[in-house]
């Protein structure tokens, strides 16, 4: 069965894509962010742009693209990165559930390459990819490789697991059955990977799909991301009376917390992880890819 959209035939057994992009005052970086979906060689998807009560140009913003798979969703209140991707979870359509943030970029192969992943691998119930890192002005920071197995993923969950929440991609009824708790906004992901992963199979594609948008490191910033942490994973072992994974969270992210200081108080570099250089080859990608996503839109 095919459909015909402004020229193009879409097969309608491509399985459709509902990709949740919570949005708070994101004016700046709004505009690439929706571009780079656009830009997307898989076309069969839904952007579904969930504003958490936005006072400044966002939605004027988004409301310039006259696309029928663009949906917005504003009720004018803030109620958190969780309670709106449960909300988009709620009225998606799509038979794959991705996240997508408003202040990142993706390659053009992200979701043709993920899509193609989940069908050869049903197994799978949560696929991610490599990142990125890049400033403000799209100078690129490095790269990040990620974890590919299920074991790798999830050998140290007291730890964290190395999935990127930007790049997930996952079966639609897998984010319905688990879904995101509210009062770990901060570290929501981290805490749905832990309650999911014992009972679930994720992966990630070693490719760089999505550009990451590194702000500057504050020792601020970065304590408040411990404890987001911290409350994420600890609580739910707490609570689940896994008293080891409570312990081993506890001294982590104590070494973490020493580390931080270490690093931006005093300029330790050594103590943070590693990005690696990005070749020459990716590089000229990302260059294409930032001037894509900020192009003027017709």
């Known amino acids: 069965m095919f459909r015909m959209y402004r020229g193009e035939i879409f097969m309608f057994s491509e399985p459709l894509v509902s990709i949740a992009l919570p949005v708070f005052n994101a004016e700046k970086t709004i505009g690439a962010a929706v571009q780079s979906i656009l830009n997307q060689t898989y076309r069969r998807w839904e952007l579904l742009i969930m504003d958490d009560g936005s006072t400044d140009a966002s939605l004027a913003i988004v409301a310039a693209w006259d696309d029928p798979r ?3 969703v504003a009720a004018g209140c803030n109620r ?19 996240r997508m943030d408003a202040d990142d970029i993706c390659f053009p192969q992200r979701l043709a390459a993920q899509v193609d992943y989940m069908r050869e691998h049903p197994e799978v119930d949560l696929v991610g990819a490599n ?22 993923i999830c050998r140290r969950p007291w730890a964290g697991f190395y999935l990127a929440h930007p790049t997930m991609l996952g079966k639609r009824d897998w984010f319905r ?11 929501e992901d981290q805490n749905l990977l832990f309650r999911a992963y014992q009972s679930s199979c994720f992966a990630c594609i070693p490719e760089v799909l999505l550009g990451y948008r590194q702000e500057r490191r504050t020792l601020k910033k970065m304590l408040r991301g411990r404890y987001a942490f911290l409350k994420a994973v600890g609580c739910e072992a707490m ?9 081993k969270n506890a001294v982590i992210l104590l070494l973490k917390v020493v580390a931080d200081i270490l690093n931006i108080q005093f300029g330790v570099k050594s103590l943070r992880n590693p990005m690696l250089p990005a070749d ?5 990608r990302w260059h294409d890819v930032w001037l894509c996503s900020h192009s003027s839109r017709s």
């Open 70 to 72: 663009i949906k917005v």
């Open 80 to 98: 958190g990165i969780a309670y709106r991707l449960n909300q988009a979870l709620d009225i998606c359509e799509g038979e794959y559930f991705a």
């Open 177 to 187: 059955k688990h879904r995101y708790r509210s009062e770990y906004n901060g570290a």
């Open 239 to 247: 609570a689940a009376k896994r008293y080891d994974v409570v312990v």
């Open 280 to 284: 020459p080859l990716l590089l000229q």
């Open 131 to 152: 990142i990125i890192f890049f400033q403000g002005d799209g100078a690129v920071q490095g790269i990040l490789p990620a974890k590919q197995s299920h074991e790798e």
